[in-house]
């Protein structure tokens, strides 16, 4: 099932700081790149998403990056806040995750 | 965004009996609903794909006569554990996408909960 690999597996940033999350892809035909955000307890939510034919999108303090040549696409989070320890997924396509990235951020 | 909603959030049974968990989009119509189990510190593992009106795909490894699934409605996917074992507790999540939709909206889960 496996067909996105993520990286890294955990991270710790001070406050304040940027996080970024990779995760490279295997199936060139794939059209729609997510990051989902999950919380303890909680299902996951869909965070931030990019088409194949632009290489950036932001919204707020969170980047998507798309590398079509390398096939990875990256998560940052810029002016990271304590609120945003959670863990993160990329999935594949819609529906196959990646096995996840827990973030802690340092108050 | 859409709603989905589980019922129940919680559940504990008995050994060999089984659980039935209701996945419903409350403000839109599901026409694809996935299901998906979660152990501790683990991703999300898809179980089955269902389209309404039409059985469900299973992903391989995943017992179809364990796990039922029924889509009969736009609005309602059920997931229904059979003869429960303490190894199937787990976090079961479902998710559901529009017609030509790539959006999935999920639901707040299921902690089931074998003894």
């Known amino acids: 099932q496996q067909q996105v690999k993520q990286s890294p597996q955990s991270l710790i940033v001070q406050k304040g700081g940027i996080s970024i999350i990779n995760c490279a892809y295997e199936n060139t035909a794939f059209d729609y790149f997510p990051w989902y955000q999950q919380f303890p307890g909680k299902g996951p939510a869909l965070l931030i998403a990019i088409r194949p034919d632009v290489s950036e999108k932001k919204e707020g303090r969170f980047t998507i990056s798309f590398n079509k040549s390398a096939k990875q696409f990256s998560l940052h989070i810029m002016d990271s806040q304590p609120g945003d320890s959670a863990t993160y997924f990329c999935a594949d396509d819609k529906i196959i995750f990646g096995k996840g990235t827990r973030l802690h951020i340092l108050p | 965004g859409a709603v989905v909603s589980q019922h129940p959030s919680r559940v504990i049974c008995k050994s060999g009996t089984s659980v039935k968990i209701e996945c419903r989009s409350l403000?839109?119509?599901?026409?694809?609903m996935f299901w998906y189990r979660q152990f501790p510190k683990q991703s999300l593992m898809l179980m089955a794909t269902?389209?309404?009106?039409?059985?469900?795909?299973?992903e391989q490894g995943v017992e179809k006569d364990k796990f039922l699934i029924n889509h009969a409605s736009l609005t309602l996917s059920t997931l229904t554990v059979t003869s429960a074992h303490p190894e199937d507790s787990s976090f079961y999540i479902c998710?559901?996408?529009?017609?030509?939709?790539?959006?999935?909206?999920f639901g707040p889960g299921t902690r089931l909960t074998v003894l």
């Open positions: 998710s559901a996408r529009s017609s030509g939709g790539n959006e999935q909206f």
């Open positions: 269902s389209n309404e009106g039409s059985k469900a795909t299973y």
């Open positions: 403000d839109f119509q599901a026409t694809t």
